[in-house]
């Protein structure tokens, strides 16, 4: 079923949505967009491209608080940040929302993670579908599409001085049920075709003979800062740490990468392992490994693009999965079977 | 202009190469958007064809010197490039003699980020102090004497700001602050095996991202550069949430000029202006 | 002295060698100044890292000062030649930062100099006093 919602009309209801609940908004910050909760309509960016940091941030915060107030009496209490209000994350783009699928598989399993389902629960996405592809963009190419309502509540496709709306939930449906949208003969456009996603690397674990690949094309330019898997919609390790404060006890986390040197210090995986070798990890884990793992179906990449611009040295992800393709070819390997 | 540093690059890699004088050629490539560059590794001559030079060779790639202190290494230098190899020569980081530095007279490069060449030029441009670099054992173009006074117009216009206002600022710039560290992973100067905000004890920053954290992390960043900082602009350059780390390290190096007339980075015998002293100076300290 | 009147915190960074006995010559000779400053010895001025003050200032300190032997008079030589530069530097970043100036202070202070020491505190606590509260970051 369409519908559709002038631009005013989506604004009053937003501005109606801010009553009762924290509305995530793309916002405009230092020439670039965060997502962020606003105050008010004025400051959302309807004219985003995408966001500098991706939204998973709402859901999986940097730092959170986990655990373990040890007051004065001894007690220990599990405390994590419960939410005031509901939420509404408006304008997630469709390769975002996959994002989000992804750290589903991660952090809902049984027994799942408290804050992070809380947070879920309670947030619905209103997604804006993508009309234009940038030059980083390459959804298509990890099985996500610029508009694929699949990972949203609602999605959004601007046409003209409006919106088609899709709602594809309950929860849709109960947000929109004040949004004033008419009833539209207009049909969607068609959800953009996917390609056939990359497969990587060529071998699961131990010593493959792309090593020199990765040594000296790959590892030898990375400077390993955090920035790819800071930006990315789907990187989810953290590190726990204790802290004392003001004499109490406190457990955080905070985001975490595998291509921070301490990082194997502490996991141990691959401690004193080359530089190639934890780069190699890195697309081995977001491509074959995860739906191997987690029978997602899909990649733990979806294709924003975030890394590929925000690389200082131009570590592009794209271009890798494309040498690994051809490396395949030339040791004589054709078609590896599908996932 | 261009093209002709591009061929200078390729054949003298080739040649350095094919003699084996280096194992490890360290220049430029075109990045996978076709308009920007990004760092190449050439370990054969036949790959040298891939090398090229352009205003958008924005990386300081004396960084990866460090990484390479066991082979003999080749490097593309610009003249603020040079400037931090001379305070890796300063600091004992890497050895004279395991290094072959292509000077490059530079005409500047632009402030570009991938996808985007950009026109204007760099911050470190604006207020470049030398074209010709301090260092070098092949130069590619013509030297130049002119050095140019730098005018610290963007510390200046920080400076006259109220305590209050500026304070504000910095809490603005900080708080986006995601502390992915790719300012310290890109800087030359940066090269402790631990850093001090990897430490659990002491914790001097904690791993929580808030704003103290970030204050105590993008300050302590800074002042470690004290007398260091070359002024190439990475730091600010890869920052994924646009904090203008320049403005702060500008600052010191402002009050290293003033004080100790110290420019770091020209004189390969140098000492750091912290490293050293001098018994009448700085008289009295402030009332 | 009034409950309300603002009472601002002062870390002072000591040396063993002059400041901090120039502060027990203070005491031992019954000398009054403000009780604000609390005292963190050191071995040395030199042992000052910057650190140690932008932690000070993160935790709300609303004044630091770092006291030490008279240039020349150092027990280690020449650490407080070292710290002088360093501390020269601090200073007008920590304004840039924007903690007002007067808030750090960097003073010499021998070992016979209790009436300085009480000097030089009373003066730091007015100003500091004037500059009222600063508050964590």
Same mark, same amino acid.
């Given at each position: 079923?369409?519908?559709?919602?002038? /631009?005013?009309?989506?604004?009053?209801?937003?501005? =109606?949505?801010?009553?009762?609940?924290?509305?995530?908004?793309?916002?405009?910050?230092?020439? &670039?967009?965060?997502?962020? +909760?606003?105050?008010?309509?004025?400051?959302?960016?309807?004219?985003?491209?995408?966001?500098?940091?991706?939204?998973?941030?709402?859901?999986?915060?940097?730092?959170?608080?986990?655990?373990?107030?040890?007051?004065?009496?001894?007690?220990?209490?599990?405390?994590?940040?419960?939410?005031?209000?509901?939420?509404?994350?408006? @304008?997630?783009?469709?390769?975002?929302?996959? @994002?989000?699928?992804?750290?589903?598989?991660?952090?809902?399993?049984?027994?799942?993670?408290?804050?992070?389902?809380?947070?879920?629960?309670?947030?619905?996405?209103?997604?804006?579908?993508?009309?234009?592809?940038?030059?980083?963009?390459?959804?298509?190419?990890?099985?996500?599409?610029?508009?694929?309502?699949?990972?949203?509540?609602?999605?959004?496709?601007?046409?003209?001085?409006?919106?088609?709306?899709?709602?594809?939930?309950?929860?849709?449906?109960? &947000?929109?049920?004040?949004?004033?949208?008419?009833?539209?003969?207009?049909?969607? +456009?068609?959800?953009?075709?996917?390609?056939? +996603?990359?497969?990587?690397?060529?071998?699961?674990?131990?010593?493959?003979?792309?090593?020199?690949?990765?040594?000296?094309?790959?590892?030898?330019?990375?400077?390993?800062?955090?920035?790819?898997?800071?930006?990315?919609? =789907?990187?989810?390790?953290?590190?726990? !740490?204790?802290?004392?404060?003001?004499?109490?006890?406190? #457990?955080?986390?905070?985001?975490?990468?595998?291509?921070?040197?301490?990082?194997?210090?502490?996991?141990?995986?691959?401690?004193?392992?080359? %530089?190639?070798?934890?780069?190699?990890?890195?697309?081995?884990?977001?491509?074959?490994?995860?739906?191997?793992?987690?029978?997602?179906?899909?990649?733990?990449?979806?294709?924003?693009?975030?890394?590929?611009?925000?690389? +200082? $040295?131009?570590?592009?992800? #794209?271009?890798?999965?494309?040498?690994?393709?051809?490396?395949?070819?030339?040791?004589?390997?054709?078609?590896?079977?599908?996932? | 202009?261009?093209?002709?540093?591009?061929?200078?690059?390729?054949?003298?890699?080739?040649?350095?190469?094919?003699? /084996?004088?280096?194992?490890?050629?360290?220049?430029?490539?075109?990045?996978?958007?076709?308009?920007?560059?990004?760092?190449?590794?050439?370990?054969?001559?036949?790959?040298?064809?891939?090398?090229?030079?352009?205003?958008?060779?924005?990386?300081?790639?004396?960084?990866?010197?460090?990484?390479?202190?066991?082979?003999?290494?080749?490097?593309?230098?610009?003249?603020?490039?040079?400037?931090?190899?001379?305070?890796?020569?300063?600091?004992?980081?890497?050895?004279?003699?395991?290094?072959?530095?292509?000077?490059?007279?530079?005409?500047?490069?632009?402030?570009?980020?991938?996808?985007?060449?950009?026109?204007?030029?760099?911050? #470190?441009?604006?207020?470049? *102090?030398?074209?010709?670099?301090?260092?070098?054992?092949?130069?590619?173009?013509?030297?130049?004497?002119?050095?140019?006074?730098?005018?610290?117009?963007?510390? =200046?216009?920080?400076?006259?700001?109220?305590?209050?206002?500026?304070?504000?600022?910095?809490?603005?710039?900080?708080?986006?602050?995601?502390?992915?560290?790719?300012?310290?992973?890109?800087?030359?100067?940066?090269?402790?095996?631990?850093?001090?905000?990897?430490?659990?004890?002491?914790?001097?920053?904690?791993?929580?991202?808030?704003?103290?954290?970030?204050?105590?992390?993008?300050?302590?960043?800074?002042?470690?550069? &004290?007398?260091?900082?070359?002024?190439?602009? @990475?730091?600010?350059?890869?920052?994924? $949430?646009?904090?203008?780390?320049?403005?702060?390290?500008?600052?010191?190096?402002?009050?290293?000029?003033?004080? !100790?007339?110290?420019?770091?980075?020209?004189?390969?015998?140098?000492?750091?202006?912290?490293?050293?002293?001098?018994?009448?100076?700085?008289?009295?300290?402030?009332? | 002295?009034?409950?309300?009147?603002?009472?601002?915190?002062?870390?002072?960074?000591?040396?063993?060698?002059?400041?901090?006995?120039?502060?027990?010559?203070?005491?031992?000779? #019954?000398?009054?100044?403000?009780?604000?400053?609390?005292?963190?010895?050191?071995?040395?001025?030199?042992?000052?890292?910057?650190?140690?003050?932008? %932690?000070?200032?993160?935790?709300?300190?609303?004044?630091?000062?770092?006291? @030490?032997?008279?240039?020349?008079?150092?027990?280690?030589?020449?650490?407080?030649?070292?710290?002088?530069?360093?501390?020269?530097?601090?200073?007008? !970043?920590?304004?840039?930062?924007?903690?007002?100036?007067?808030?750090?202070?960097?003073?010499?202070?021998?070992?016979?100099?209790? /009436? /300085?020491?009480?000097? $030089?505190?009373?003066? !730091?606590?007015?100003?500091?006093?004037?500059?009222? *509260?600063?508050?964590?970051?």
């Amino acid at each position: 079923m369409t519908s559709f919602i002038t /631009k005013t009309s989506l604004k009053t209801w937003l501005g =109606t949505l801010l009553k009762d609940n924290t509305l995530v908004a793309p916002a405009a910050a230092a020439g &670039l967009t965060f997502f962020r +909760p606003v105050e008010k309509i004025e400051d959302i960016a309807f004219d985003f491209t995408n966001t500098a940091l991706s939204p998973k941030s709402w859901f999986f915060p940097q730092t959170e608080t986990l655990s373990g107030e040890i007051a004065g009496n001894g007690h220990k209490t599990l405390n994590p940040e419960a939410l005031e209000k509901n939420a509404v994350l408006f @304008g997630i783009r469709p390769c975002d929302a996959r @994002g989000l699928a992804v750290t589903d598989k991660v952090f809902l399993i049984t027994p799942g993670d408290t804050s992070y389902i809380e947070r879920r629960q309670r947030t619905t996405l209103v997604g804006v579908a993508c009309l234009e592809e940038r030059a980083e963009c390459f959804c298509t190419r990890m099985g996500s599409s610029p508009n694929s309502p699949a990972d949203v509540d609602i999605l959004l496709t601007e046409d003209g001085d409006g919106y088609l709306v899709q709602v594809m939930t309950k929860k849709g449906q109960t &947000l929109s049920a004040g949004a004033g949208q008419q009833q539209s003969d207009k049909a969607v +456009p068609p959800i953009v075709p996917t390609k056939p +996603p990359a497969r990587l690397p060529l071998k699961s674990a131990g010593p493959s003979p792309d090593m020199d690949y990765w040594d000296q094309s790959i590892a030898d330019r990375c400077i390993h800062c955090n920035i790819c898997a800071f930006v990315c919609p =789907t990187c989810y390790c953290f590190d726990t !740490f204790d802290i004392e404060k003001e004499g109490k006890v406190e #457990r955080l986390r905070s985001w975490y990468t595998c291509q921070s040197p301490n990082f194997e210090r502490i996991e141990g995986y691959m401690a004193d392992a080359p %530089k190639g070798v934890r780069m190699r990890h890195r697309f081995y884990h977001k491509l074959p490994l995860f739906p191997e793992q987690l029978g997602s179906g899909y990649a733990a990449c979806t294709g924003c693009g975030r890394c590929v611009v925000s690389c +200082p $040295v131009n570590i592009d992800i #794209r271009e890798i999965m494309d040498d690994v393709e051809k490396f395949r070819a030339s040791v004589g390997e054709e078609k590896a079977p599908q996932a | 202009m261009d093209d002709k540093i591009t061929l200078a690059v390729r054949e003298k890699a080739k040649e350095l190469l094919e003699q /084996k004088v280096v194992d490890c050629f360290i220049g430029y490539e075109k990045a996978t958007d076709n308009l920007t560059s990004r760092p190449l590794f050439v370990y054969k001559p036949e790959q040298a064809e891939r090398l090229v030079f352009d205003n958008t060779c924005v990386h300081n790639l004396s960084k990866y010197l460090l990484n390479k202190k066991d082979t003999k290494t080749a490097v593309v230098a610009k003249p603020c490039d040079a400037r931090a190899i001379v305070v890796l020569l300063n600091e004992n980081q890497v050895q004279r003699e395991k290094i072959y530095i292509i000077g490059i007279v530079c005409p500047g490069v632009v402030d570009s980020r991938w996808g985007s060449a950009g026109t204007e030029p760099e911050v #470190r441009c604006q207020g470049c *102090p030398q074209h010709t670099p301090p260092l070098y054992d092949f130069l590619i173009g013509e030297p130049t004497d002119e050095v140019e006074q730098d005018a610290y117009t963007d510390v =200046t216009a920080m400076e006259e700001m109220g305590d209050a206002d500026r304070e504000a600022f910095w809490k603005e710039q900080f708080q986006r602050c995601i502390r992915c560290y790719a300012c310290r992973n890109v800087c030359p100067g940066c090269y402790c095996p631990v850093c001090f905000v990897d430490l659990k004890e002491p914790l001097w920053a904690g791993i929580r991202v808030a704003p103290g954290e970030n204050w105590m992390w993008n300050n302590i960043r800074a002042f470690h550069l &004290l007398g260091r900082c070359i002024d190439c602009n @990475g730091c600010q350059r890869v920052c994924p $949430v646009n904090i203008p780390l320049m403005l702060l390290n500008r600052k010191l190096k402002k009050e290293v000029a003033q004080a !100790f007339a110290f420019i770091p980075g020209m004189d390969p015998k140098a000492l750091a202006p912290l490293a050293t002293f001098k018994k009448e100076e700085l008289a009295e300290p402030s009332k | 002295m009034s409950v309300e009147e603002f009472q601002p915190r002062i870390i002072g960074f000591l040396c063993n060698w002059c400041s901090y006995a120039g502060a027990d010559m203070a005491g031992t000779s #019954r000398m009054t100044y403000p009780s604000n400053v609390r005292i963190i010895r050191l071995p040395c001025s030199g042992r000052v890292n910057p650190m140690i003050i932008f %932690k000070a200032f993160q935790q709300g300190a609303d004044g630091v000062m770092v006291s @030490g032997c008279h240039p020349g008079d150092c027990h280690y030589v020449d650490g407080n030649y070292y710290a002088r530069r360093r501390l020269a530097m601090l200073e007008p !970043f920590l304004e840039y930062l924007g903690i007002e100036k007067g808030r750090f202070q960097l003073e010499w202070v021998s070992a016979s100099e209790g /009436k /300085k020491w009480s000097q $030089v505190v009373a003066r !730091f606590t007015d100003t500091v006093k004037s500059l009222g *509260p600063r508050g964590k970051i």
